[in-house]
């Protein structure tokens, strides 16, 4: 069965510090992995997507993830983060118009 | 263009009762799905159409959970007999037809009382 975890439940950066939210999945073949960002009262927004092909993907507002097959991860990463990336953060797998499983999210604090 | 909306934003029910919530999914987009977010939980899996059928409706978690999508486009999940356990945020995303992307409305709060 499809399953993606999310170890984290709750990271604190600073502001202009790097983030790294860590992403691991369980999927059969070769999955179609997502992160979408959900900010309080808000849908969820997706920021990049790895399909195929090169393994470091670029997103929305500056964010990249790295695709390792041989330890089934999908990490997210941001060089330097900003207060308004404050918000909780989702991986998913799918595969094509197959419904998303999703991890149990990382809520993202910024501080001064 | 358009996103995803659905209707209403907030609602709050007695337990019991029974409730509909609406979806419109971006136009053109043939596959729609349903998803429920628990409070401290990521979305999971309730339903999905491709045009009027439902696809896979193995996420519905019992018989008091129904969907429809009549005419390919806005889609209605229905909830009989509410409980306090069905209390959360209910998620609508649409894809189009053989794409790998699915936008998401602003969620449907259901507060079971």
């Known amino acids: 069965a499809q399953s993606v975890t999310q170890p984290d439940i709750h990271i604190t950066v600073s502001e202009g510090a790097s983030l790294e939210l860590r992403c691991n999945y369980s999927?059969?073949?070769?999955?179609?992995l997502f992160w979408y960002v959900q900010s309080p009262g808000q849908g969820l927004q997706l920021l990049l997507k790895?399909?195929?092909?090169?393994?470091l993907v670029q997103g929305i507002k500056g964010f990249e993830a790295e695709f390792k097959r041989s330890q089934s991860s999908f990490n997210l990463r941001k060089p330097s983060v900003h207060w308004s990336d404050a918000a909780e953060y989702f991986c998913?797998?799918?595969?094509?118009?197959?419904?998303?499983?999703f991890g149990k999210g990382t809520r993202l604090s910024v501080i001064a | 263009g358009a996103g995803v909306s659905q209707t209403p934003s907030n609602k709050v029910t007695e337990k019991g009762k029974y409730v509909e919530l609406r979806c419109d999914p971006i136009?053109?987009?043939?596959?729609l799905y349903w998803y429920r977010q628990s409070l401290g939980q990521g979305p999971e899996f309730l339903i999905y159409?491709?045009?009027?059928?439902?696809?896979?409706d193995s996420g519905l978690p019992n018989d008091r959970f129904f969907a429809v999508r009549p005419e390919g486009s806005v889609s209605t999940l229905k909830i009989q007999r509410t409980e306090r356990g069905d209390s959360a945020v209910y998620l609508c995303?649409?894809?189009?037809?053989?794409?790998?992307?699915?936008?998401f409305g602003p969620g449907t709060r259901l507060t079971v009382t």
């Open positions: 159409f491709q045009g009027t059928g439902a696809a896979d």
């Open positions: 790895y399909f195929s092909g090169d393994t």
């Open positions: 998913a797998v799918g595969e094509g118009n197959t419904p998303l499983v």
């Open positions: 995303a649409s894809s189009s037809y053989g794409g790998n992307e699915q936008y």
């Open positions: 999927y059969g073949a070769t999955p179609y």
């Open positions: 136009s053109g987009h043939t596959a």
